[in-house]
């Protein structure tokens, strides 16, 4: 009877775990839970702030509650902590009225609302000389462009602060966390809405008195500041020694609540894990759940972990990367090598959903220079993967902008993805070998590099020698405002025009007051 019973037992299909992932995650999903926790309750996470360490730790926690082993891992220190708090401005005259600002992280404030009358920045001696002695106090209306060209005069005066615009209705925010603690910034910097910007110039020609009062509270902290990645292991079943890497960084910039970059890639990440906990999934190999910070300061966090850990790359298959934003995981580059693999391996996500569709796209080597922390994996031969992403979000609209709020996430993407993250890695991970390298980059796909720094606002502050910029003509204290006629806002906007190039792109600068075009060519 007992052999009977057992030969019964035998005969029973055991569930398809790709099935109870699907279905977990159509009914149950907790991405939006956990995407409104990191954003709403945490708040944004710039790389030094406490809430990042915060972000970290319950991260962490969440990792633990479904069964993980997670750990905090130190990556390195910064010399100045940086927490942004509230922050409001208005026009008081010659009529009341609330405007939109934003500053850049790691700068200064204002200690207490500060209220100053309104003075266009002059743009040559002349006009200095004719404003100088108003400039005591008050707020320095500067050109939609700059850079600040009486920058020593404005500290002599004893300006209120400086306020700019990028020309649009949009506010980016960067900021330089190169600071020393004996030589914090002090002077104010904010940047405004286009139009409201340009309506205060307006009252301003019309020979009114504009008034502004500005609030801004920010805390700089003496380091040093620990920084972390988080990482949450599920231990492979026969291969527990190799690995499928699945994450995002969790760090953000703090102009809103860093939601499409990256917390949606936190939250699918966070729910790629419990999917396949919850579900009992028992990989081959062992798939590591990463949360790199320090991304947008230059892959700092996923750059020293490899560093601190070269024996892993050749054990890790792959490096699978939601950095995105809110719109559907539709598909993965992969190299010739790779394509039948993974047509074969990944079948249940091209059938996973008629309305997000999933593709294998063949591509010669993998594309590096976009940005994110596969980029890290790729430069140290280990195969990383951008999940390409389709849907009806604006990316730009909130990237880096005052607009990276919860409300920018579309839920169905968001559940969508996590499902497609899931599956992916689980069967990545019970590949027979791991994915093969063979061409893993091509030398059209290596980032090119303008050969430049850059100051906040886009300004040269350094030009390479021998580099693209310096045999165009490119001069420290240009400031780099299109790319190929492409507004540029920020580096990383920059990053991803540059790669997207051809061999010949245009450059539009503003140098000594004028907007000049200059062509540049790369090898």
């Known amino acids: 009877m007992m052999l009977r019973a057992l030969l019964l037992l035998l005969l029973i299909p055991t569930s398809d775990p790709v099935e109870s992932i699907v279905k977990e995650g159509r009914s149950n999903s907790q991405v939006m839970a956990y995407l409104d926790h990191l954003v709403n309750k945490i708040g944004p996470r710039l790389t030094s702030s406490t809430?990042?360490?915060k972000a970290c730790e319950w991260t962490r926690s969440e990792f633990e509650k479904m069964g993980l082993k997670a750990r905090l891992e130190e990556w390195g220190q910064f010399a100045v902590g940086f927490d942004r708090g509230p922050w409001s401005a208005k026009m008081i005259e010659p009529e009341a009225k609330e405007l939109t600002i934003g500053f850049n992280a790691w700068s200064a404030g204002t200690n207490g609302p500060v209220t100053g009358h309104a003075v266009v920045a002059p743009t040559s001696d002349e006009e200095l000389s004719k404003v100088k002695e108003s400039l005591k106090g008050a707020w320095v209306m500067s050109s939609a462009r700059g850079p600040e060209k009486y920058r020593v005069a404005y500290d002599e005066a004893g300006i209120?602060?400086?306020?700019?615009?990028?020309?649009?209705?949009?506010?980016?925010?960067?900021?330089s966390a190169r600071l020393e603690w004996e030589k914090l910034p002090t002077r104010v910097t904010v940047t405004m809405l286009g139009s409201q910007h340009q309506q205060i110039l307006d009252l301003?020609?019309?020979?009114?008195?504009?008034?502004?009062?500005?609030?801004?509270?920010?805390?700089f902290k003496q380091g040093p500041i620990k920084v972390y990645n988080v990482i949450a292991e599920l231990p492979g079943t026969e291969k527990p020694d190799e690995y499928v890497v699945v994450g995002g960084h969790i760090d953000s910039w703090d102009g809103a609540t860093g939601t499409t970059d990256n917390g949606t890639g936190v939250s699918t990440t966070l729910e790629a894990a419990r999917l396949l906990t919850k579900t009992g999934a028992k990989p081959k190999r062992t798939i590591r759940f990463m949360l790199w910070s320090g991304e947008e300061q230059g892959l700092l966090g996923s750059r020293a972990y490899i560093k601190a850990h070269p024996e892993e790359n050749a054990k890790i298959s792959a490096?699978?990367?939601?950095?995105?934003?809110?719109?559907?995981?539709?598909?993965?580059?992969?190299?010739?090598?790779?394509?039948?693999?993974?047509?074969?391996?990944?079948?249940?996500?091209?059938?996973?959903?008629?309305?997000m569709g999933f593709v294998i796209r063949k591509v010669p080597g993998l594309p590096r220079g976009i940005g994110s922390d596969h980029d890290a994996y790729l430069a140290a031969g280990v195969p990383g993967f951008f999940w390409l992403q389709a849907g009806k979000a604006k990316y730009n609209f909130g990237h880096h902008t005052q607009h990276d709020v919860y409300e920018r996430a579309v839920p169905e993407y968001q559940r969508h993805t996590s499902m497609v993250v899931a599956i992916g890695a689980l069967r990545i991970a019970d590949l027979p070998e791991l994915l093969p390298r063979t061409n893993l980059t091509s030398?059209?796909?290596?980032?090119?590099?303008?050969?430049v720094g850059l100051d906040t606002d886009l300004t040269i502050t350094e030009v390479?020698?021998?580099?693209?910029?310096?045999?165009?003509?490119?001069?420290?204290?240009?400031?780099?405002?299109?790319?190929?006629?492409?507004?540029?806002?920020?580096?990383i906007m920059l990053g991803q025009a540059i790669q997207s190039a051809g061999k010949e792109a245009k450059v539009l600068i503003h140098r000594d007051g004028k907007d000049v075009e200059i062509p540049v060519a790369f090898d």
């Open 51 to 53: 809430n990042l360490t």
């Open 160 to 175: 209120a602060g400086v306020i700019r615009t990028e020309g649009s209705e949009l506010i980016h925010t960067g900021g």
């Open 204 to 219: 301003l020609k019309q020979g009114k008195e504009v008034k502004i009062a500005i609030d801004i509270k920010v805390e």
């Open 319 to 355: 490096v699978l990367v939601h950095d995105g934003g809110t719109n559907y995981a539709s598909g993965l580059n992969a190299t010739e090598a790779m394509a039948p693999i993974f047509e074969k391996a990944l079948q249940p996500l091209l059938s996973l959903d008629d309305a």
């Open 443 to 451: 030398t059209q796909t290596k980032r090119r590099m303008l050969g």
């Open 464 to 491: 390479a020698k021998d580099s693209p910029a310096e045999k165009a003509g490119l001069k420290i204290g240009d400031r780099l405002l299109k790319f190929n006629g492409q507004q540029i806002g920020d580096t």
